[in-house]
């Protein structure tokens, strides 16, 4: 069973689905860029998706959408700094010490000033490509670290994103960059690996990631799958391509993949919805773990009466 430690003496067990909630503090983020820019308001927000059932809260500073531009250290910092120390005071006020706040971001200066901030877990889409100190500020701060794979950058990742062998390509880019992290003295049990669908990949190419997760599962780190709200979804379920979709358009597609997800073995989920995406683990998780409780008994004898 794998348990994330964290620097402040909690820990988050990874022993059934967790609902990781979204919550970026940008003007541009693709869905929600702009909803929670103030702290107060970011805050409250992340305060009702732990009373949904989130286990983690992720905050960031910098959209990763597609064509995105990058947004310096300082001015990351700005944004998220407050928002963390306030949400964790009042997380630990109403009694939800145990739902941990993750950092977004590529940067170690960020990092580190969100950990000071309340912060737990550093969440890398650059997976330690953008800042070699990232890796040995996790080690120094017993900091679990989530690794994602991104061909290119967010600026650049759409652009005719092409592989030989996606699946195979994106497991060994994260085997190799978890190896790293371990060699700079990243704890084994505190990594976490993320195929980031969507980041650089076609909808061909994120369905056949999506088909294939337990070769992801099977690499032997936890996995987290983020797929809420993204644009291949609208795609799939045939809504009109000419405007974001509103969150209740695609939030049954969203939920789909989570139920996915639950029955290959993934650890955890990033979600917009924290709610119906709570629900959609809790229920396939159930399922799953009623089916092995029957294959347990299957072998027990069994009284036949006439």
């Known amino acids: 069973m794998n348990i994330l430690r964290f620097e402040n003496g909690r820990s988050l067990t990874l022993d059934r689905p967790r609902i990781m909630g979204i919550l970026n503090v940008t003007p541009d983020s693709f869905s929600d860029g702009g909803s929670w820019t103030d702290p107060g308001v970011a805050t409250a927000h992340g305060l009702q998706m732990a009373r949904e059932g989130a286990n983690i809260i992720d905050i960031g500073g910098e959209s990763t959408r597609p064509g995105s531009q990058r947004i310096n250290a300082d001015e990351q910092i700005l944004r ?38 309340g912060a737990s ?33 967010p600026m ?6 092409q592989y030989n062998d996606v699946v195979d390509e994106v497991a060994k880019f ?29 909808e061909v190419q994120n369905l056949a990631l999506l088909a294939k997760l337990r070769h992801f599962v099977a690499i032997g780190y936890p996995v987290l799958l983020g797929t809420s709200r993204k644009r291949f979804l609208r795609s799939l379920t045939k809504l009109p391509q000419g405007q974001a979709p509103q969150p209740e358009e695609i939030m049954g597609a969203t939920c789909s993949t989570t139920s996915l997800g639950v029955a290959a073995g993934i650890a955890m989920f990033r979600v917009h919805d924290v709610l119906p995406n ?22 027990d004898p069994v009284e036949c009466r006439p």
């Open 80 to 117: 998220v700094e407050t928002t963390i120390k306030q949400l964790r005071d009042q997380l630990d006020l109403y009694n939800f010490e145990s739902v941990a706040i993750s950092i977004d971001t590529t940067l170690g200066a960020v990092a580190a000033a969100a950990l000071n901030a």
């Open 121 to 153: 877990i550093i969440n890398d889409v650059s997976a330690g490509r953008d800042d070699d100190q990232l890796f040995e500020l996790a080690a120094s701060r017993s900091a679990p670290m989530i690794l994602m794979h991104m061909r290119g950058t």
């Open 156 to 161: 650049t990742m759409q652009e005719n994103p």
């Open 174 to 202: 994260l085997l190799d960059r978890a190896v790293r992290a371990q060699a700079a003295g990243v704890n084994r049990d505190q990594i976490m690996i993320d195929p980031g669908i969507g980041f650089g990949k076609t």
């Open 278 to 299: 709570r629900q959609a683990a809790d229920v396939a998780w159930a399922v799953q773990d009623s089916g092995k409780n029957h294959l347990n008994s299957a072998n």
